[in-house]
T-cell receptor, first 116, second 113 residues
């Protein structure tokens, strides 16, 4: 089955700097890679996702890159702000029209702290 | 987000007791999921369901039972609670047609004493 590794487990950056979180996955059949943000005491919420037919996707200050050959994908946050402080989770899914295609396997999470 | 709810939000129970966590969604999503969240482990899938009366095991199903008689409800039962099942439990739902965003409920914090 799929295994997702996420690094680093904690990350502290100065406000205005960039933050990068990296994930690797094991199943080459996976083709959907979402990122979730979880604020303290709240539910996880999707912030960006990418499918395997795309190498990069941007949404304002957030971008995700995918390298299918190396089986890794990364989250990039530019011009960080205090409200970016949260736990971020990457995930991978086999996708497609197969049983269990909707399943997500999550990484262990990265606690991001933005220092003012 | 109000479309998926969980109850209770907090629960304290004793070892050996049966406890049921409820999940309800109003979007008519086909897929529903149960995760547990523990420090250092992220979110781990317990069970999921592709439709009413169709359920399957996830990564950590032992000690849990699910059912799905109606599309909108997906209860999770701990038949005989153990301290290792102390955790935060999240329910989620998503549309069909391949992998899509999962929408999470607010979570249930369960403590087994």
């Amino acid at each position: 089955g799929e295994n997702v590794e996420q690094h680093p487990s904690t990350l502290s950056v100065q406000e205005g700097d960039s933050a990068v979180i990296k994930c690797t996955y094991s199943d080459s059949a996976s083709n959907y890679f979402p990122w979730y943000k979880q604020e303290l005491g709240k539910r996880p919420q999707l912030i960006i996702d990418i499918r395997s037919n795309v190498g990069e996707k941007k949404d304002q200050r957030i971008a995700v890159t995918l390298n299918k050959t190396a089986k890794h994908f990364s989250l990039h946050i530019t011009e960080t702000q205090p409200e970016d402080s949260a736990v971020y989770f990457c995930a991978a899914s086999p996708g497609g029209r197969v049983q269990g295609a909707q399943k997500l396997v999550f990484g262990q999470g990265t606690r991001l702290t933005i220092n003012p | 987000d109000a479309g998926i709810t969980q109850s209770p939000r907090y629960k304290i129970t004793e070892t050996g007791r049966q406890v049921t966590l409820m999940c309800h969604q109003t979007w008519s999503h086909s897929y529903m999921f149960w995760y547990r969240q523990d420090l250092g482990h992220g979110l781990r899938l317990i069970y999921y369901s592709a439709a009413a009366d169709i359920t399957d095991k996830g990564e950590v199903p032992d000690g849990y039972v699910v059912s799905r008689s109606k599309t909108e409800n997906f209860p999770l039962t701990l038949e005989s609670a153990t301290r290792s099942q102390t955790s935060v439990y999240f329910c989620a739902s998503s549309e069909s047609q391949g992998a899509n965003e999962q929408y999470f409920g607010p979570g249930t914090r369960l403590t087994v004493t």
